[in-house]
DNA sequence: TTGGTTTGCCAACGCTTGTTGACCTGATCG
DNA sequence: CGATCAGGTCAACAAGCGTTGGCAAACCAA
């Protein structure tokens, strides 16, 4: 949209403030969601006034844009042995969450992810880096589906233990939650998939 | 809160309006979320006044209880022979929620879910009933973790097809999805738990 | 010291929200 | 026929929102 990145405060001298308006914007977007989030309550948090968070960021939108890029820790899959790399991956991301709960950048996303599909698309894109590229790399035949599949477990685990909190995902500890959930993505990763997630497979209705 | 149910308007000659913003409202809240979604949406969308939706339900969060309120379908294990009840539980979820598409309900739930603790609390109750409950019905010895674990996988699938539009997972048929998660359930379902997600087994830090 | 730039606060704008109360209307019933 | 009353509209309220522009103070180069 802008060319010029013409932002009202640049200089040397704000870079505090910024990163306390960023701070408290991520934990205030974590805690409530997009909509129930408001420039007054992060600004206030950050200790100074709303009209601060306009000349910092442009705009909410500008806010949580800049909130929301995150330095992610891709893992690589290719140093462990094909029987462990289930195991590894649950382990990779349940403690790079747990140790992520002071800057709340996962519960963050999910939360503005489900109501804001620009967010949604985000997303999308994050996972495919994280976890797609990763089995693509490792030399999977098929990153896409299984990528998806296991996506789609890891992100059940996500929401149900730092969003939901259904017990007794929520309370267990990261060894028994690794230990669980281990062997059923080591499942997606060696089964083969000869007739599973592709397009225009031959119809084989059961009903 | 209020012992009477004293609302506005109870006579037999309103129940079309009532079940018009009820329609109108599951569909605005399903699209939307709870704090997005307006009152004067839903009036509108139901073809009366704002006031009208004050004087049925009282307030917008007297509409969201009346409206989140579904008659769930509950499966039944037992006559279902061990092996086939992974696949068994996937197809009648994803069956169920690809036909109550019409009323949204599920993305209603969960996209409220995420932001609003309340809403939370009341889908572990319901899951309890729909996963937990069918499970020790047919006689697993351990529903607890075992269920939380099926619970997480199929909201995680849930998630990523109507919620986020996670590819390919979104636009797979039903029998291709079936055929994906089927075995990973049907994995929880066997699998024996002698060390898993139980509270206070011997600790073993890996680290 | 001077003068301009940066950082910040303050007060207000226009708008939308949930909510309320006064008023209309058409069916029901004595 | 006239009274009653539930169902429905209309206009307005107070509150909260994102956003804006003006103005004071701190800073830094000259």
Known sequence: MNSGEAL??????SEPTRRAILEAARE?????????????????????DPSMVMRYFGSKAGLFAAASTTNLQVPDLRPVPQAKRGEFMVRHFVERWEHSLGDD????????????????DEMQAKFDDLIKK????????????????????????????????????????????????APAIQLHLDIPRDQLTRPGKPPAPVK
């Not at 009202?8 to 001298?13: D, I, K, N, S, T």
């Not at 205030?28 to 100074?48: K, L, P, W």
């Not at 950048?105 to 949604?120: C, I, M, Q």
């Not at 992100?155 to 929520?170: D, F, K, N, S």
């Open 8 to 13: 009202g405060a640049g200089g040397p001298r």
């Open 134 to 181: 990763p089995i693509a790399a490792a030399g999977h035949d098929d990153p896409g589906p299984c990528g998806a599949l296991i996506g789609a477990q890891l992100l059940g685990l996500a929401l149900c233990r730092y969003v939901l909190h259904l017990e007794p995902i929520a309370s267990a500890d990261v060894d028994t939650l690794v230990a669980d959930l």
């Open 105 to 120: 950048t996962l519960v963050f996303l999910l939360r503005t992810a489900v109501t804001n599909d620009a967010v949604a």
């Open 28 to 48: 205030a977007f974590a805690a409530r969601g997009y909509e129930q989030t408001t420039i007054r309550a992060v600004a206030a948090q950050a200790g100074i």
